[in-house]
């Protein structure tokens, strides 16, 4: 280094340490708060340190869900996010790499006009054509199902782009060799492209799955019936009623369910997330 | 979803492989899905509301008339929807400027050759998977006027807390859980910023006698400052959009509209229904600011391609 650190260390060192306890107090909080009575919680006397009642919420959170409402169990609201975010990620996934392989491997009228088509909805975000889009799902009878909830976020012009980018790296003498080789479209994607595309592809996946998992307008909308929700929609629903009535180690319990999941994937598969992100940003 | 959407950089090469496939049907085949998903749910809807933006309806619904501009002289006559974008704007900067001024800060600490940067790193990163809704409930848990942990604190330091009355301080709240929630993302971007730097450079400036200090202002900070603009208008965008799960979580847009946005307004105006051409109006307003800020961010990359 330029020149020599020691006490530049230390401090560099303890706000590094600050700067993770502001990011990590509120979901140590969280988390602790689903570990303790209710009652204590509701009084504003609530202990730093894990209490006793970890497993009993835990329990009814993903089997029962709230007592005061009707609200379904929190496991039905993780599958439905599962689902849906993996009906996204891999969604997307597929209808772009092969649009983008046409786009690039095949010369046909209208093909820069389809690109185009295709690119412009990176400007149309869900937000802004919201009820529209509701009234075409709903006169095609897609409210609270799983493709009612998916299809309409699976068009992504940014995994097209990155597939094509990425396909316009691929050496041309590949197309030869495998067409040497008597191989058509089909096994040149197949046992050639697909290979390679592989960390991209992952690397996608894991941005994907974690703004699928996230989404939270477009369900609000189209879920009405309470064993379609996701966890993120159920959440807001069990704040819903007066201060006195939310049970907060539940919502709270909610709450990390609903963190540990994308989290687990940013943290264990650091070097694709980051990749991944930086890809479809740039 | 919004926003995140971005393209690669090097979308300015049209060029196409050399040696390609002949096949007159299949290249239609492969585009089908993705073109059948973004006509059905983008072109169509967007079309929809354009021209119901430009469509009056009467009280009853019977009769529908083509009023050109009338419903955007209506939006934009009501100082409600003026009050609307000049919060957005405030709430945007607001979020933008706390979030990247803490990320970069960090970002600066992490970039030292320091025992456990790695570990840092993953420690700083992971809230970006939190979900802008779960971020508003935990803060909302923290800060709620009568059970809150920080809400306590501040009560016992005299102030009087309570963001159910007061507009200002539930603004405070969803800036505070908004930014929150985009360290991480600024942290990433910048930390990748950094270590794009040439260590040279810093060198240079350090023979020459420039201390740290003066050092980050004037050569870090020049030079970090493509990445700046870049994470600004994504930040904006990032507010502009994103923030929607947060209110609803913390505040509901309340109390008296203090924390109602443009997107937020659109749906609140859309779910109480009536005045769809009013709707519509809003809508394409705001795609109008999304297609602006978009323009924005890709002269900016063109820029840095050719850099």
């Given at each position: 280094m330029v020149e020599r650190e020691g006490i530049r260390s230390y401090v560099a060192h303890l706000i590094l340490w600050i700067g993770i306890a502001i990011v990590a107090f509120p979901v140590y909080l969280a988390f602790i708060a689903s570990t303790q009575d209710n009652a204590a919680i509701a009084n504003g006397q609530m202990s730093l340190l894990p209490g006793g009642h970890f497993l009993e919420t835990y329990y009814q959170t993903i089997?029962?869900?709230?007592?005061?409402?009707?609200r379904e169990p929190v496991g039905t609201m993780l599958f439905n996010s599962f689902v849906m975010a993996m009906l996204i990620a891999l969604g997307k996934i597929s209808i772009s790499i092969i649009s983008a392989y046409a786009i690039v491997y095949f010369r046909f009228p209208f093909r820069m006009p389809i690109f185009y088509i295709i690119f412009i909805?990176?400007?149309?975000?869900?937000e802004v054509r919201i009820y529209p889009t509701y009234k075409i799902v709903a006169d095609l009878h897609l409210l609270d199902s799983y493709a009612g909830l998916s299809l309409p976020l699976i068009a992504s012009a940014t995994a097209t782009l990155l597939f094509r980018q990425f396909f316009m790296t691929v050496p041309d003498e590949l197309l030869e060799a495998s067409r040497i080789d008597g191989a058509g479209p089909f096994r040149f994607f197949w046992d050639t492209l697909l290979p390679l595309s592989r960390t991209n592809m992952a690397a996608l996946f894991v941005i994907l799955f974690i703004l699928g998992w996230n989404q939270y307008l477009w369900p609000l909308l189209i879920t009405t019936r309470d064993d379609m929700q996701t966890i993120v929609i159920g959440i807001r629903k069990m704040i819903t009623t007066t201060d006195a009535l939310t049970e907060w180690p539940v919502v709270m319990a909610t709450a990390v369910l609903a963190m540990l999941p994308p989290v687990f994937v940013v943290v264990v598969m650091q070097k694709l997330f980051v990749r991944g992100l930086v890809e479809t940003e740039k | 979803m919004a926003g995140r959407e971005r393209r690669p950089a090097d979308f300015a090469d049209n060029m196409q492989k050399q040696s390609v496939f002949q096949s007159r049907l299949l290249p239609y085949a492969l585009v089908a899905p993705q073109l059948a998903v973004v006509l059905i749910f983008f072109y169509w809807p967007a079309g929809q509301a354009l021209l119901q933006s430009f469509l009056l309806q009467d009280a009853f619904g019977l009769s529908t008339s083509f009023v050109w501009f009338e419903n955007y002289r209506d939006l934009l006559s009501q100082p409600d929807y003026f009050a609307a974008i000049l919060r957005t704007f405030v709430f945007s900067l607001a979020i933008a400027v706390s979030s990247l001024s803490l990320a970069l800060l960090l970002a600066v600490m992490a970039d030292?050759?320091?025992?456990?940067a790695a570990l840092y790193r993953t420690l700083l990163i992971w809230?970006?998977?939190?979900?802008p809704p779960v971020a508003g409930v935990l803060w909302v848990f923290m800060l709620n006027?009568?059970?809150g942990i920080l809400a306590h604190g501040l009560r016992a330091m005299g102030v009087d807390w309570n963001p159910l009355l007061d507009g200002d301080q539930a603004a405070m709240l969803i800036v505070l859980a908004a930014a929150w929630k985009q360290i991480s993302y600024n942290f990433l971007f910048f930390l990748a910023g950094l270590q794009g730097i040439p260590k040279s450079v810093m060198e240079a400036a350090a023979i020459d006698g420039a201390r740290p200090m003066r050092r980050f202002w004037t050569v870090t900070f020049p030079l970090l400052s493509p990445t700046i603009f870049f994470l600004l208008v994504v930040n904006i965008v990032y507010a502009f959009f994103d923030t929607f799960g947060i209110i609803d979580t913390m505040t509901r847009g309340g109390p008296a509209k203090a924390t109602e946005t443009l997107v937020y307004k659109v749906y609140v105006d859309g779910l109480l229904g009536g005045n769809l051409g009013g709707s519509a109006a809003q809508s394409v307003i705001l795609m109008i600011i999304v297609i602006g800020l978009t323009a924005i961010q890709f002269r900016f990359v063109e820029r840095k391609v050719n850099y």
């Open positions: 089997f029962v869900g709230t007592s005061g409402s009707t909805t990176l400007m149309l975000p869900v | 030292k050759p320091l025992r456990g809230p970006y998977a939190v979900a006027p009568s059970l």
